[in-house]
């Protein structure tokens, strides 16, 4: 039998696995005020953030069950935290749909659901800012709590300058760039999940020396 799965869960790992559904069920229950709020106020910015969101409590809940496991389960979860961030790339595809058929989103909205999404990402950065030098899977939740927090800023200024120039271009550009901070935070932790992998496999080459 491997050495990789670890049933027994200690003091640490009781601690990382309830943050981790902490965050599992703000992110959730973010993902589907914002989808509804994007859905009612025309937002393409809305809508790509609430995607991230869902791919987020994916992510996480692929992470809470990896605590437990070893370094090389580890690194198979956070790959998968990664691909679920390129996917919320996709959202480009909206934007662009959006620019070309015309969209007539809400700023005040906006403003309004990017305002409560900024407190949740504050809270989430405080639950997983103990625990984010632990192992790949924590790096990987402090990665996507921290690209939240700045996509929802975002959001907030683009529901202002809709309000100011009253065109769609702001909340375009925003869902456009939240598909640039998504793709690149799942790169970054293809890498950390890939270097962790690695290391995995020399720590069992050595062991068996």
């Known amino acids: ?3 990789d799965h670890q049933p027994a869960i200690d003091a640490n790992d009781h601690a990382q696995r309830k943050v981790l559904l902490w965050v599992l069920v703000l992110n959730a229950g ?3 005020t914002l989808l509804i709020g994007g859905l009612a106020s025309d937002s393409s910015s809305l809508i790509a953030n609430s995607l991230d969101n869902f791919s987020d409590a994916v992510a996480y809940a692929v992470s809470f069950l990896a ?4 370094a090389r389960w580890k ?8 691909v679920m961030l390129l996917l919320a790339g996709g959202v480009i595809v909206d934007a662009l749909r959006r620019f070309v058929s015309g969209s007539e989103p809400l700023g005040m909205s906006m ?3 990017a305002a409560v999404a900024v407190a949740i990402n504050v809270l989430c950065v405080k639950l997983l800012r103990s625990h984010r030098g632990e192992d790949v899977n924590l790096r990987a939740a402090w ?19 809709v309000l100011v120039v009253g065109s769609n271009w702001p909340d375009l550009a925003v869902a456009f760039c939240i598909a640039l901070v998504a793709v690149y935070g799942g790169i970054s932790t293809l890498r950390d999940a890939a270097q962790t992998q690695r290391a995995a496999s020399s ?3 050595h062991a068996h020396d």
């Open 75 to 82: 690194a198979a979860a956070a790959a998968i935290t990664g």
């Open 30 to 32: 973010l993902g589907v």
């Open 143 to 161: 990665t996507m709590s921290l690209n939240d927090f700045v996509s929802n800023f975002g959001i907030f200024a683009a529901g202002g300058l």
């Open 203 to 205: 720590n069992k080459g």
């Open 67 to 70: 605590v437990t496991r070893g």
């Open 111 to 113: 403003m309004m659901l």
């Open 1 to 3: 039998m491997g050495t």
